[in-house]
Structures are given as C-alpha cells and as structure tokens.
C-alpha cells in the first residue's frame, strides 16, 4: 500500500528524498502519509527532523513467540533528532524491539509510527530507516564502494550524485581512499565505519544501531562511542541505539530507555537514570550495585546492619515494607563524614585498585555490602588510608540515598 | 610429520600408575604406514589394469605387448558407442542444470523458511539419498510406463534430476546456513525487494556451492548405471548400460578404453569443480565445499 | 509478502518434482506389488497378497539373508580396513591429510561397472593374477568375489564419515586418554572409538543399504548360487516381466531398510541432543 509523501521538497533545509514514488515502483522506498488530526492525538508534523517531532512511536506494542512475551505493551516516543538509547541485558527485548522498526519482525500487538506514518504495510525494503547490524553484515562480493552505494542503486539515484555522496560519506567515517578494497581485508573497526556509511549516505529519517561496538576492543570501542556522537551531532539524524553497556549508553545517549524482560523499567536522560532510579532493577543494572535490604521505619529504613538510615520514603511505601536502599558509589564518604550524613559501620573486606579510583567494599552484615568509591588523588591514596579488616563508619548525605521497592 | 614424533614417544604414563603395556603395533604409524601403502596399492590395482591395458596392443589380459591406441579406435569409431557417448553427455548436462535449479531453490526454502511443513520437506528430501538404487530404478520404471511414456533419454533424464536434486540441496544448504542470515536483511533495509535480494546478495554468495554441487551431479549422471538400466529405451542408451551388455558378453579390451575415457572426463570435472571456485576470485575450494557435508 | 511465506514459495518447484516424480513412483511400487499379471505378461492391479507369501518362501528368502550377510560381511570388512586408512590419514596425514584422502576418493569416480569389470579382467580365469601365478585358481563366481567387489565398491562410504568425525575429534583427548589409560589400544577403545561411534555408525548405514540391493557385484563377479535380492528383483522385472512380484521383493527389501535407516536416525539425533545439551 504506497502512498504520496506530502512534504516539500528542501522545505526544512535537511536532506529530503526526492519525489513521492509511483505506487509499485521498484525499491523506492515510499514514506507513508502523515497520521490525520486526532488520530493519534499528536500533532501532524509539517516536516521531518523538527526538532520535537516524533521518530519514532510505540503504541502498546508486543512481539510474542509462542508463549514468551519478547516485548510486553511497549509505549515509547522517540524525538527526531536525539540519540536515543535501548538498554538492558541480553534478552530484554531491546533487539527486538529494533527489529519490528527495520520491519524485519512483525508486531503481535500495537503499532509503530514512523514519523507518524504507521508502518504495519510497509516492507523493510520501503522504511525509511537504515541499520547498522552488530555483525557489520557487509556484502563481501563487493567493494567497499559497491556497499555503501548499494541503497543508492536501488533507488536509483544518478550515477555522479552516488559518487559525491559515497564520497561524502566515507570521508565522514574517515575512509577514504579505501573504496576498492573488499571487507574481507578491513579490520572490525573499518568494517563497522563502512557499515555506518553505507547506512547514513541514504540520508533515513531514523538510523537504527544493534550493538554495533561490540566486537571492538575497548580503546577502538571508547573512540568509537566519541566518534558516533559527534557524527550524530553533525547529521543530526535520529539515532535508535541498543547496548547492553551502561557506560556506553550513559555517555552517548540523550535518553536511554532501561528494559527488563520486555518492558521498559524506566525512560529519561542518563543524569536522571543514574541518579534518580526508580526501581531497584534500574539502580542495579546502571552502576554498581549498592542495594542494601532493609525495612522502612519512620522516616528512614532500619537496614541489615540494624542501623537505622534517615532517607526520602517515597508515599507507596509505608512502616514495616520490605524495601532496598540505594547510594551511588561516588556519593559515599569513608571516616571523615560531614555534618548531616546518615553513617553506618562496617568492615572493609576488599579493596579494588582501577588506577584512577580504589573500590573499596565494606560489610555491614551478612548478605549487606556497600562499594565505596574513592578517589586516588597526589594528596590520599587510598591504598596508605585503610586495610582490608579495618572498621570504619561509611556515610552519605540522605538525599542522596533513594528508598526503592 | 610433527605428530609422527608425538607418536613415536612411547607411551607417557608414569611408573605409579599400572606398569604400562608395551605399545601394540595397532597403533604404531610403521604398520599402519605399510597397511595403508598395501590398501592404495590394492585400491588402485585394477584402475591401473585397466588403464593401463587400455593401451595394448593385444587382447591379453595378461602381458603388455606394446602400445597402440586400437582400442580406443574401435570406440569411437563404433555408432553405437559414439552415440552412447553422446547421449551419456546430454544426459549429465540437462540433469546438471535442472537439478542444480530446483536443488538450490529447495535449499534456500528449507533453511529460510519456517514453516510447519519444512520438516517433512527436509525428510523427503533426504529420503532418495538413502533409496537404494534398484528401488529408485524399478519405481521410477513403473511410473513411466503405467503414465504411458515411452522409454527414451527423456526417461532417463527425469528420473537422473530426481535424484540428483538431494545432492545439490545438501551441498547448498550447508553453504547458504553458513552465511549471516543478517545480510539479507541488510540487503533489504537499503531498499532491495526480497527477489532482488536473493539474486543480488544471496545468489553471488552461494556460487562456489551451486558450481560444485553441479558439476558433482554431471559426474554422477554420467556414471550412473542402475537407474539408467532401468529407464533406458532401446536406442541410444547411455553409456554405463552399454559397458553393462558389453561385460555380459566377455570381457573384451574396448572397455578398459572406454572406461580409461571415462575416468579422464570424471577427473576433469571434480577438477573443474575443485578448481574453479580458486581461479575465479574466491578464496575456498571445491573440495572444502563438497567434503564438509560428508560424514553423519 | 512476509519473507517466511516468500522463502516458502522456493520450495514449491523441488517439492513438487519429488512429489510427483519419487513418492507416487513408491505409491504404484507398493499398489503393483499386491497386483498379478495377466497372460501376456502385463502387470494389472488388484489384490492379491499372495506375492508377499511367495516372497517368504523358503527360496527367496534364502536369497534375502544372502543379500543381508553379504551386505553385513562387506560392512564388516569396510569397518577392518577403512577405519585404520581413516584414523592413519586423520591422525598422521598433517600436510598431506587433502591429498590422501583425494586419493581415496579417486577411484570412485571410475565407473562402477569399470571397476568390477577390472576385478573380472584380473581374477578371472584369462586374468592377469592367473597369468602371473600360472595356475587356474578359481577366484570368480564364489562368494568371496561377491563380497570383495562388494567392499570394493563401497569403501569409501565408509571412510569418508569416519575420517571426518576422526579429523573433527580433539586430538587433545587422545592425549589425555594416553595419560589416563596407558597404552594406545585402550586409548583407542575408550577414547576414539567412543567419540568416532556416529562416523562409524554413518559409514555403516551408507554401505549396508546400497549393498543390500546391489545387483552389479553378484551378476558380474558371481554365479546363480551368489545371487542377492537386487538380482531377483532385477530378473523379475525385465526377464521374467513378474514386475508384481518384482515389486513385492522390492517393498520387502525397502521395509527391512527402513526399519534401519529409522534406528540409524533416532541413534543420531539422540547423539546431537547429548552434544548440544
């Protein structure tokens, strides 16, 4: 089912495809007529990449195999524009879930909208989307040309427009002068740039990445994450990302969605999931995981180590809840605590050296283990302040602690 | 031979455990060396006869009396052979082509494909690989003459694709699940429609395997007897039945010609389709190919 | 068009062709068999089971467990003399292991027929063996011939699977296996035989199902008194023109190996059950 493009050509200034396909023409791909008024609820968009717009929209979508639910009443809004991020562990549905945009899986339920075009009709071959696979997944009958050309050829752009924009492309991977040689001799950190090239010199409304940094050693991986920022910054594409790596999705992302079994847990920018985590899932899978259990009392939690902990309870908790009480590494002060602090003791039982920082866990109950993260500046090593066995007091400010059930 | 070395070492356990018993001679690569040096003489004795006496000048069997090419003379001037020789050709080439098409499709269904009947397609694919061949013939007989089709090379032709199509599909198969399954995908989020895609990406990727798995199926077609024997009609037949009522007849030298002439095109082709993968830009061979679907 | 129903489409034509061209051809082998012919030898349906007592008569069946001990002794000395050329090629082959077993496949891509013919060209009795040794020895039209040329045929249908499980296997667990055990026969029986068993159990079934219906062998290298099934059937068919008997032969052949080739299967596939698990 194709139907006419409505926007203007050069309208918004961004790089628009040309005109709207004849229905059956051959690997065009066509994008959809834009949702009427009121029939989402959203505002009809006027251009595409406005900043605001919708790129993506998930209405209650879930991808079923059988009985196991992979994605579970999915309602997401990704913004043109913005980096935005897919996170969990493996088989959080987050793969998935990019799947049925590319249009390689079929919904169970829901819809998706691109740019607010719903696109259940719509093959892969006519999206207006392009994907960087984990695997690179490059055509290694064809050079690297060939490749990036490819989406080009099938639409059937003039041949000089595909030379200057392959070109274009390759030189904003930083690849040119390779356009001859065949992926079989490109190491894994050219293949992926040639992936990325052959995906963004289409010029799709919304760019979907599968993990694409993940058979990259760490130093490349780092380089990479930079790199991929900055182009998203240059293009000013949206960018769909999954990863399994908070770090990555932390320093990337302007929003990160943080699934779990198929649902998303919590969904903001990375500042707010790292700090603000609503769920102990959350607040274990993004740092580390400084959960103590413990039971609300009053205006704190009396945790493990029987010590009580002034803290925020939230209004859904009430006295005698069963709850987990989470502080961030960084926020935890050894010994020398400042006016205020809620304090606990402990043994320190480890100490973990990582060059710019020391690690060092102490317990305070069986089963009750807190990471405190501190600092290896000129002035205080860690490593002359405390020995494994000391007994020292751990204290943080109790906003920065949060009660979560 | 590194391992050689390894093996010759006597054998490594210590004197706490049970006192180790002196090497048997099973295992030691001296006499495995001569058993394997008597089984290639014995493998290759009666090619080398026939080979060989395919240049006699005499009928002998048993003494060399001279070279001369007579024999080879009486097959190809011989109307019958020549045109058997022909017929065995045309035969192998239309089978070839044939089978290698349906066999590829077949292949590309069977591991894209998830469908609830692709298992029991996967049976009955597999199923004329072990038939032996007698059923193969007798039945493929019966079906041509109770339809009322007339015994020609036309018969034997049906019933050579029929069983050539399980070879092509098991070489291919294993070539086309090797392959990620994500770059068809990739194929088509650039924009490709599924047929563009499987003759654009999916078709260039698997030639190596479609090629071997051909010319396996002429070699195959063009030595085959039994179901030949069956299906054939009366005239030309191909060329495995006629060495058949020639050997009925006594055994007479024309025939180590015409099986010398045979080996040779066999060779050739396994040849070709180690070879022409390598000469023509890629990196494995044939024989790669072929020899990683044998065994269980 | 979603791609599973797109990759289905593909197997339409093969599917068809197999149909049409391998499964009814069984489907009339088995109506015929319960069919009779009339005066002039024209085979007509019906139902006449009585094809299926002849075939157990005393006779033929006779000739069934020929077939199946011949099939059986030509597994058996495939298993003897194919085994050490595998395990030779695999464990001691190193740079020539491509080569020597392209040597062993060479043979095979001499005819079938050409191949027997040279053992009648040099055991018979104008053959080169008896030129050379002078006497009359009687080598063809016995059994052994049979089941020589047999073996001959099918050996590499039994090397072949047992050479690729033995190149698959880690060499490293024969390393251990001569710690743990000590000397290498037992290595051999507890560690290789064992993780080899399937590549065994391949070759058996590729050379047992031919060689059971083989006809070539025993007509060429042997005399009336060798005659297998595959002989009779054959006879049946185009001298006799009992194509319902013939049939019937046939079916009861096939049954016996069907019954087999399932085991085979259920025994493989339990194998790759307890790997991948």
Known sequence: ?405 | MSSLAQADAPAAAPARRVAAKPPRDFDRPRFLRVFVGLFFVVMFAPIALVVLFSFNASRSLQNFDGFSLRWYERFFESETLRSSLLASIEIALITMVVATALGTLLAYGLVRARVRWSGAMNVLMLVPLVTPEIVAGTSALLLFTQVGLELSLTTIVLGHITFSISYVTVVVRARLAALDADVEHAAMDLGATRWKTFALITLPALWPAILAAGLLVFALSFDDFVLSFFTTGESPQPLPVRIWAAIRFGVTPTINAIGTFMLAISAVTIGLAIALPRLLGRRESGLGVLLGREGA | ?277
């Open chain 3, 1 to 277: 068009m979603s791609e599973n129903r797109f990759a289905a489409g593909f197997l339409v034509p093969g599917g068809l062709w197999l149909l049409l061209l391998f499964v009814v051809p069984l489907g009339i082998l088995l109506a015929i068999s319960f069919g009779t012919t009339d005066d002039l030898g024209n085979a007509l349906y019906g139902w006449y089971p009585e094809n299926y007592e002849r075939v157990f008569d005393s006779i033929y069946i006779e000739v069934l467990a020929r077939s199946v001990g011949y099939a059986l002794a030509t597994v058996a000395l495939c298993a003897l003399v194919g085994y050490p050329v595998a395990y030779y090629i695999a464990v001691f082959g190193g740079r020539w292991k491509n080569v020597l077993i392209a040597l062993v496949v060479l043979p095979f891509f001499v005819n079938y027929l050409v191949r027997t013919y040279a053992w009648i060209a040099m055991l018979g009795d104008e053959g080169l063996v008896n030129g050379i040794l002078g006497d009359d020895i009687q080598f063809l039209n016995t059994p052994w011939a049979v089941i020589g040329g047999l073996t001959y045929g099918y050996m590499a249908f039994m090397i072949l699977p047992v050479y690729a499980a033995l190149d698959r296997m880690d060499p490293a667990l024969r390393e251990a296996g001569k710690d743990l055990y000590g000397g290498p026969w037992q290595t051999f029986r507890n560690v290789t035989l064992p993780h080899t068993r399937q590549g065994l159990l391949a070759g058996t079934v590729l050379v047992f199902l031919p060689a059971v219906g083989d006809f070539v062998a025993a007509q060429l290298l042997g005399g009336p008194d060798e005659f297998m099934v595959g002989n009779l059937i054959q006879q049946q068919f185009l001298a006799a023109d009992n194509w319902p008997f013939g049939a019937a032969l046939t079916v009861v052949m096939m049954t016996f190996l069907l019954i087999w080739m399932v085991l085979y299967l259920r025994s493989a596939a339990r194998e790759a059950r307890e790997v991948a698990a």
């Open chain 1, 1 to 405: 089912m194709n139907e006419s493009a409505s926007a203007e050509p050069g309208a918004s200034g961004k790089p628009v495809r040309a005109h709207p396909a004849e229905p059956g023409a051959s690997g065009q791909p066509v994008r959809a007529h834009p949702a009427e008024p009121g029939a989402s609820g959203k505002p009809v968009r006027a251009h595409p990449a406005e900043p605001g717009a919708s790129a993506i929209r998930f209405e209650g979508v879930s991808k079923r195999f059988g009985e196991f639910a992979a994605v579970d009443s999915l309602d997401l809004d990704v913004k043109a524009g913005e980096f935005f991020s897919l996170l969990g562990p493996s088989g959080c549905g987050k793969t998935t879930t990019l799947r049925m945009v590319a249009g390689f899986e079929q919904p169970s339920e829901g819809r998706i909208f691109l740019e607010g075009s719903p696109v259940e009709t719509v093959p892969p071959y006519r999206r207006n989307v392009n994907t960087v696979f984990q695997s690179y997944a490059l055509f290694e009958h064809l050079d690297v040309e060939r490749n990036v050309a490819f989406g080009l050829k099938r639409r059937k752009v003039a041949s000089d427009e595909i030379r200057t924009r392959v070109a274009g492309a390759l030189e904003l991977v930083e690849l040119r002068g390779r356009e001859r040689a065949r992926p079989r001799e490109l190491s894994g950190g050219q293949k992926q740039r040639v992936a990325l090239a052959r995906a963004l010199v289409n010029k799709p409304a919304v760019l979907l990445l599968d993990e694409p940094l993940g058979a990259l050693d760490l130093k490349l991986r780092k380089q990479m994450q930079v790199e991929l920022k900055g182009i998203q910054r240059e293009v000013g594409i949206t960018f769909l990302y999954v990863t399994h790596d908070q770090e990555e999705a932390l320093a990337m992302s302007d929003r990160i969605a943080v699934m779990e079994h198929g649902v998303v847990r919590q969904c903001g920018p990375p500042e707010e999931i790292y700090e603000q985590p609503t769920g102990p899932f959350v607040a274990g899978f993004i740092g580390v995981s400084n959960l103590l259990p413990g039971k609300v009392e009053g205006s704190g939690v009396r945790v493990a180590g029987a010590e009580h902990c002034r803290a925020e309870v939230p209004g859904h908790v009430s006295d005698g809840d069963d709850v987990q009480l989470s502080v961030r590494p960084e926020k935890i002060w050894i010994d020398d605590l400042e006016e205020g602090m809620v304090s606990v003791g402990g043994t320190i039982v480890e100490r973990v050296y990582v060059g710019t920082t020391t690690q060092v866990i102490v317990e305070l109950a069986a089963g009750a283990r807190l990471v405190a993260l501190e600092q290896n500046t000129a002035r205080a090593r860690s490593d002359d302040r405390w020995e494994i066995g000391d007994r020292v007091r751990l204290g943080w400010h109790p906003e920065h602690a949060r009660v979560l059930r």
